[in-house]
Protein backbone atom coordinates (compact mmCIF):
# COMPACT_ATOMS: atom_id res chain seq x y z
CA UNK A 1 0.00 0.00 0.00
CA UNK A 2 2.72 2.59 -0.02
CA UNK A 3 2.64 5.32 -2.53
CA UNK A 4 5.82 7.17 -4.34
CA UNK A 5 4.67 10.24 -2.04
CA UNK A 6 6.01 8.84 1.05
CA UNK A 7 2.30 8.80 2.19
CA UNK A 8 0.67 4.85 2.41
CA UNK A 9 -2.29 4.47 0.17
CA UNK A 10 -5.89 2.88 0.96
CA UNK A 11 -8.85 1.50 -0.12
CA UNK A 12 -12.27 1.80 -0.29
CA UNK A 13 -14.46 0.34 2.43
CA UNK A 14 -17.69 2.20 2.01
CA UNK A 15 -19.61 4.30 -0.41
CA UNK A 16 -22.44 5.81 0.51
CA UNK A 17 -23.30 9.02 -1.66
CA UNK A 18 -20.69 11.66 -1.01
CA UNK A 19 -19.24 9.87 2.18
CA UNK A 20 -16.46 7.68 0.81
CA UNK A 21 -14.64 5.44 3.67
CA UNK A 22 -11.13 4.35 3.34
CA UNK A 23 -9.00 1.85 5.12
CA UNK A 24 -5.14 2.82 5.50
CA UNK A 25 -2.59 0.98 7.78
CA UNK A 26 -3.36 1.63 11.36
CA UNK A 27 -0.43 3.51 12.07
CA UNK A 28 -0.79 5.93 8.67
CA UNK A 29 -3.62 7.47 8.66
CA UNK A 30 -4.15 10.58 6.77
CA UNK A 31 -4.32 13.74 8.63
CA UNK A 32 -8.16 15.26 8.72
CA UNK A 33 -8.38 17.63 5.78
CA UNK A 34 -5.88 15.80 3.96
CA UNK A 35 -6.93 15.37 -0.18
CA UNK A 36 -7.54 11.78 -1.31
CA UNK A 37 -7.37 10.51 -4.98
CA UNK A 38 -9.25 7.89 -6.45
CA UNK A 39 -9.39 6.61 -10.02
CA UNK A 40 -13.22 5.72 -11.39
CA UNK A 41 -14.14 4.35 -15.19
CA UNK A 42 -17.00 4.89 -16.06
CA UNK A 43 -18.84 4.97 -19.49
CA UNK A 44 -14.89 4.31 -20.86
CA UNK A 45 -13.59 7.48 -18.83
CA UNK A 46 -11.03 7.66 -16.39
CA UNK A 47 -11.85 10.32 -14.06
CA UNK A 48 -10.06 11.56 -10.89
CA UNK A 49 -12.13 11.96 -7.81
CA UNK A 50 -10.71 14.55 -4.60
CA UNK A 51 -12.05 13.27 -1.38
CA UNK A 52 -11.13 15.33 1.73
CA UNK A 53 -10.88 13.09 5.33
CA UNK A 54 -13.36 14.85 7.29
CA UNK A 55 -13.06 12.05 10.15
CA UNK A 56 -11.14 9.06 12.13
CA UNK A 57 -13.76 6.47 12.58
CA UNK A 58 -12.03 3.68 13.96
CA UNK A 59 -10.41 0.57 13.30
CA UNK A 60 -8.01 2.19 10.62
CA UNK A 61 -10.65 3.83 8.73
CA UNK A 62 -11.11 7.50 7.62
CA UNK A 63 -14.51 9.08 6.63
CA UNK A 64 -14.01 11.42 3.55
CA UNK A 65 -16.50 13.74 1.50
CA UNK A 66 -16.36 13.36 -2.49
CA UNK A 67 -16.01 16.87 -4.38
CA UNK A 68 -17.57 15.30 -7.15
CA UNK A 69 -20.45 12.54 -7.99
CA UNK A 70 -18.91 8.98 -6.77
CA UNK A 71 -21.15 7.27 -9.68
CA UNK A 72 -18.29 3.82 -10.16
CA UNK A 73 -16.79 4.02 -6.92
CA UNK A 74 -16.66 0.22 -5.61
CA UNK A 75 -15.26 -1.15 -2.47
CA UNK A 76 -11.59 -1.97 -3.06
CA UNK A 77 -10.71 0.61 -4.65
CA UNK A 78 -7.19 2.19 -4.33
CA UNK A 79 -6.57 5.42 -2.65
CA UNK A 80 -3.87 7.89 -3.02
CA UNK A 81 -3.40 9.58 0.03
CA UNK A 82 -1.70 12.76 -1.38
CA UNK A 83 -0.77 14.06 2.11
CA UNK A 84 -1.71 18.11 1.17
CA UNK A 85 -4.96 19.64 2.37
CA UNK A 86 -7.70 19.63 0.12
CA UNK A 87 -8.83 22.05 -2.32
CA UNK A 88 -11.92 23.29 -3.92
CA UNK A 89 -11.42 24.63 -7.67
CA UNK A 90 -13.40 27.46 -8.12
CA UNK A 91 -14.75 28.61 -11.94
CA UNK A 92 -13.34 31.78 -13.00
CA UNK A 93 -16.77 32.65 -14.70
CA UNK A 94 -20.21 32.61 -13.19
CA UNK A 95 -23.35 33.30 -15.90
CA UNK A 96 -20.67 35.08 -18.22
CA UNK A 97 -18.99 37.61 -15.43
CA UNK A 98 -15.88 37.37 -15.07
CA UNK A 99 -14.89 36.87 -11.27
CA UNK A 100 -11.76 37.64 -9.44
CA UNK A 101 -11.02 34.31 -7.54
CA UNK A 102 -9.28 36.20 -4.57
CA UNK A 103 -12.16 38.47 -3.93
CA UNK A 104 -15.26 37.81 -5.95
CA UNK A 105 -15.89 34.19 -3.78
CA UNK A 106 -18.59 33.56 -1.11
CA UNK A 107 -18.63 30.36 0.82
CA UNK A 108 -21.87 29.22 -0.58
CA UNK A 109 -20.13 27.77 -3.93
CA UNK A 110 -17.93 24.77 -1.47
CA UNK A 111 -20.85 24.48 0.75
CA UNK A 112 -23.62 24.07 -2.05
CA UNK A 113 -20.89 21.96 -3.97
CA UNK A 114 -20.94 18.97 -0.89
CA UNK A 115 -24.60 19.35 -0.76
CA UNK A 116 -25.29 21.09 2.43
CA UNK A 117 -27.36 24.40 1.72
CA UNK A 118 -25.83 27.93 1.93
CA UNK A 119 -26.96 31.88 1.39
CA UNK A 120 -25.31 34.68 1.71
CA UNK A 121 -27.24 37.93 2.73
CA UNK A 122 -26.25 41.06 2.42
CA UNK A 123 -25.36 42.64 6.08
CA UNK A 124 -24.73 46.48 5.44
CA UNK A 125 -21.63 47.79 4.57
CA UNK A 126 -17.98 49.23 6.13
CA UNK A 127 -16.61 52.38 4.66
CA UNK A 128 -18.58 52.35 1.55
CA UNK A 129 -17.97 48.32 0.95
CA UNK A 130 -20.73 45.49 0.84
CA UNK A 131 -20.60 43.34 4.01
CA UNK A 132 -22.65 39.50 3.64
CA UNK A 133 -23.57 37.19 6.49
CA UNK A 134 -22.77 33.23 5.28
CA UNK A 135 -25.69 30.93 6.62
CA UNK A 136 -25.03 27.41 6.19
CA UNK A 137 -27.02 24.06 7.22
CA UNK A 138 -27.07 20.71 7.65
CA UNK A 139 -27.59 18.73 4.90
CA UNK A 140 -31.64 18.40 4.11
CA UNK A 141 -31.59 21.73 5.75
CA UNK A 142 -33.11 23.97 2.98
CA UNK A 143 -36.15 24.93 4.61
CA UNK A 144 -33.76 26.20 7.70
CA UNK A 145 -31.54 28.38 5.33
CA UNK A 146 -33.62 30.01 3.31
CA UNK A 147 -36.03 31.11 6.60
CA UNK A 148 -32.58 32.71 8.45
CA UNK A 149 -32.30 34.31 5.14
CA UNK A 150 -35.96 35.35 4.60
CA UNK A 151 -35.80 36.61 8.56
CA UNK A 152 -32.60 38.73 8.18
CA UNK A 153 -34.58 40.13 5.00
CA UNK A 154 -37.09 41.25 7.68
CA UNK A 155 -35.06 42.50 10.10
CA UNK A 156 -32.94 44.35 8.48
CA UNK A 157 -33.87 45.16 4.81
CA UNK A 158 -30.99 45.96 2.80
CA UNK A 159 -32.35 46.41 -1.54
CA UNK A 160 -32.23 50.24 -1.35
CA UNK A 161 -29.13 50.08 0.67
CA UNK A 162 -26.99 49.08 -2.48
CA UNK A 163 -26.68 50.66 -5.58
CA UNK A 164 -26.51 48.29 -8.78
CA UNK A 165 -23.16 48.84 -10.65
CA UNK A 166 -24.06 50.55 -14.27
CA UNK A 167 -21.71 48.11 -16.01
CA UNK A 168 -23.37 44.98 -14.92
CA UNK A 169 -26.50 44.55 -16.46
CA UNK A 170 -29.24 42.39 -14.20
CA UNK A 171 -31.34 41.32 -16.75
Request: net charge negative; proline share 9%; charged share 20%.
Amino acid sequence: MAATNGHANGRVVRVIGPVVDVEFPPTELPEINTALHLDVELGGETTTITCEVAQHIGDAVVRAIALKPTDGVVRGSPVENTGAPGEVPLPDVIEGVKVDGAIGWTLTYPANFTGHPATSVPAGQVDGLPVGMQIMGRLGADGDVLAAAGAMERIRPWSDTYAVPAERSLA
